[in-house]
C-alpha cells in the first residue's frame, strides 16, 4: 500500500468531500484543469524571462509553430485560441513589432490577414523549447499526485504509458 500523497501548500488543489457526486470524467477534468493552471503559472515565468513575450503571446507563437511556413489567417488563429479578434491584433501588433510574426493580406481577400512565424521567432522557439518543456513536465510533476494521475489515466488510458516525472 503507498503512502498517501500530500498536496504542496502552494499548490492549488480540487478538494474531494468523498460524496462522488460528479462523474469519473467530471472529476478528471477538474483535476486537469487544476494541474494545467500550475503549469501555466509556472510557465508565465519562464516564458517572460526567456522569450520576452507574454502567455498569451507565447500560445500563439506555439500555434504558428506548428503551422506550414505561410501561417494561419487571425480568424483561425482567434478560433483555436478562443480570443477574441480585437484582443489577438493586439497581441499579432505586438509580436510583430518584435520581429516574432509576420502578417500579410490574404490574396483574392481584401479583408482576410494571414500570420505566420519569423524565421527569428523560429530560432528562439528552437533553442528554448527544452527549457520550457522541462518546465511543463516539473510543473505536472509536482501538482500531480498518484489520486490525480489514476483519474486522468482512466480518462485517457494512454496518459498511462508515458510518465510524468521530469
Partial sequence: ????????????????TGTELLPNELRAWM???????TVE????????ETLGVSHDEFL??????????????MTH??????????????QIACLQHAGLVTRRSVRGDKRGVE???TEAARERLRETSVLLA?????ALADSMGPEQRAAL?????DLAKEPFAA
Fill in 1 to 16: 500500500m503507498s503512502a498517501p500523497h500530500t498536496q504542496p501548500a502552494d499548490q492549488p488543489a480540487f478538494p474531494s
Fill in 31 to 37: 483535476l486537469w484543469l487544476a494541474a494545467t493552471s
Fill in 41 to 48: 503559472q509556472q510557465l508565465r515565468s519562464v516564458v517572460k
Fill in 60 to 73: 500563439i507563437l506555439c500555434l504558428l509553430a506548428e503551422q506550414p511556413p505561410g501561417g494561419l489567417r
Fill in 77 to 90: 488563429v482567434a478560433q483555436l485560441l478562443g480570443r477574441p479578434k480585437t484582443r489577438l491584433t493586439y
Fill in 115 to 117: 500570420v505566420g512565424l
Fill in 134 to 138: 522541462r518546465t511543463v513536465r516539473q
Fill in 153 to 157: 489515466c482512466a480518462l485517457v488510458p
